[in-house]
């Protein structure tokens, strides 16, 4: 069984035009996460859920709204699409320990964005 | 803004040979993890070093850390060509709301 699948893993749409990643993990962990990595491979924090709470949210554009209907499952939802979110988009979780989080991260495969 | 710079950006070696790869990062860290990447796939963990710990070994890895000098680097022995692949270092910083902060990566290629 995949720990962290997302869906879909290639998307190919035109500006303008809304879309949706979904993820889910299966791991049990609190905490989901969703990356940016672009062109140069840079990945870059764009939002975090705790048991469904946002815990972080890195000055992304207002047209990205993530959701999060339960603590397995992180969506991201994208609307006016625009050129330069053409990138992967990596969904990760991460578990809580008796220490604490030590922000071990578990991926997903990525869902490649290209917006033409 | 990446927390981490790695270098170098790319390096190619035998197989057998050793692959040394550094990060430099810039804040308090409450620990330090690096992350592979085969080609487009995501990222898998490959070990975590805390703050206070100074070496450590995991197969053929072995990492350091010198938090005076916010610095770390990655060592691969024996390297085989399923090594080849993308190495970040990611940073948990110390109060910096429970996220993890990649660097830019290293691209290792091994060659047969």
């Known amino acids: 069984d995949t720990a962290v699948s997302q869906t879909p893993k290639y998307l190919v749409t035109q500006m303008g035009n809304d879309k949706s990643i979904k993820c889910e993990q299966n791991?049990?962990?609190?905490?989901m996460y969703w990356y940016k990595q672009d062109s140069k491979k840079f990945l870059k924090i764009m939002f975090s859920?705790?048991?469904?709470?946002?815990?972080i949210n890195e000055t992304v554009p207002n047209r990205f709204s993530p959701k999060s209907p339960d603590k397995a499952h992180l969506n991201l939802h994208i609307n006016s699409l625009e050129l330069g979110d053409s990138a992967v988009y990596f969904c990760?979780?991460?578990?809580?320990?008796?220490?604490?989080?030590?922000?071990?991260?578990?991926f997903g495969e990525g869902s490649r964005l290209t917006v033409l | 803004s990446q927390q981490g710079e790695e270098d170098p950006q790319a390096l190619s070696i035998q197989e057998g040979e050793n692959a040394t790869m550094n990060c430099s990062y810039k804040t308090s860290i409450n620990n330090l993890q690096w992350y592979r990447q085969n080609s487009g796939r995501g990222l898998v963990h490959l070990i975590l070093?805390?703050?206070?710990?100074r070496e450590k070994h995991s197969g053929r890895l072995r990492v350091t850390l010198d938090t005076s000098k916010k610095s770390s680097s990655l060592l691969i022995t024996a390297s085989r060509a399923a090594d080849t692949a993308s190495y970040f270092c990611a940073t948990f910083e110390t109060g910096g709301g429970n996220k993890l902060t990649f660097g830019t990566g290293t691209q290792l290629k091994v060659e047969l």
């Open positions: 070093i805390r703050s206070n710990e």
């Open positions: 791991l049990g962990h609190d905490t």
């Open positions: 859920y705790n048991n469904k709470e946002l815990i």
């Open positions: 990760a979780s991460s578990p809580r320990t008796a220490r604490g989080n030590t922000g071990e991260l578990f």
